[in-house]
């Protein structure tokens, strides 16, 4: 059943479900990739990894590792037996210093981290540490952090070196140095898909993470990395797109209201329109607009209109099924025309995610040349909450959908892999490699 209202309603602020034709968005994420190889700018800063993907990961040495996240902070020792699985003991996890809504200052944020990992950290000489923020890897595996994304309040941890701060506060009390190797979160879910699926001959990796935030990490040839002259030829590098901060979509009126409302207004527009941290804020601004527009019943409209926040998973959850208890919208008196809306205004905004999440992934799979070859498909690991969590429109068969057509019907083989604790596992193929440098 269509509602021509609602219709009329995102069509009048420029809200489409696919706001542009694939191919091509897809061209664009290729020219600004170029662009950001080349070191001539855009909006994709391809963050080069100083990681290759073919060392071999050595079995039963234990290493540290930690994962910055944009919610949780993880700690764990881990090793990897005979038969290369990951084992991975002493886990601990605590809420990541910066998201509790008071800003932290970088000597209390480094001693929180250092907190976490003081109980094992004799148990292991060298750190992989998974810091999922835009990080300037340096070239001895250390990692400088360029911005904060996700609404993290940490401002003064910007521009510090993170793995030799770390280790500095870790070092005042366990009494010596640890070697610690930085990565982005799907540089170490790249890895994490190299190292699980070794029983296939895959032509090439992709690393994609949609949760709190969203990102992509390819794997390019050193020829290909014009901003690092010098390299050997013939060596492959990991790289870190940063596609979370892609302007190559138009964003409706309600994408700019969202935008507006935050700090870093301005900025990461693409993970605005797909991640975990804004999807339900971004519902939050069309359900505002749609009462005001006097879509809603009066007293739904005026409910609507006072709630401080939606959580995106109350947001998801809702739209899923508008007669869900215990969310946010219990203090909404919804009748069933409501709930008919809130469905016709929700749904589009985890269409539009779906599509542009797969043509995000296409996009890395195309840019790699590989796959043409059945024999050797791309293998693409994908980590993340929303996009396995999401229940609105069976948002993961909906990217998967997309990306059969995208990939598909151009030839190309690709298999989507999940693997348990992505960021974990590809932190410690990267930490074991400090421990052998
Ligand atoms: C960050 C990326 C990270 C992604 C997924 C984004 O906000 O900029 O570095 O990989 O979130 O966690």
Redesign the pocket.
Known sequence: MNDRAVEEFLQSRGFCVEPAGAADLLAEFDRQMDAGLAGRGGSLAMIPAYLGIDRPVPTGTPVLVMDA??TNLRAAVVWFDTQGRPRIEDFRKCPMPGTEGVEVDAERFFDALADVLEPIARRATALGLCF???TEILPDGDGKLLRW??QIQAGPVVGRRVGSSLVRALEARIGRSTRVRVL???VATLLAGKSAGVVRRYSNYIGF?L?????TACVERHERIGKLPGLAPGGLMAI?V?S?NFDGVVRSGFDEDLDRELPDCGS?RF?KMISGAYLGRLGLCILRAASAQGLFSPSAASALASLGELPNKDFDDTVDNPFLEGTVFGAVPLGDADRRRLIALGRPVFLRAAYLTAVNIAAAVLRSGSGRDPLHPVCVTVDGSTYYRTRTAQFKSRVEAHLRELLGSRGVHYELLAVEDAPIVGAAVAGLSAAGD
């Open positions: 996240g944009g999922s923020y835009p994304t996700k982005n979160d799907t993470i949760g709190t935030g969203t990102n870190n940063e979370g990461y993970e």
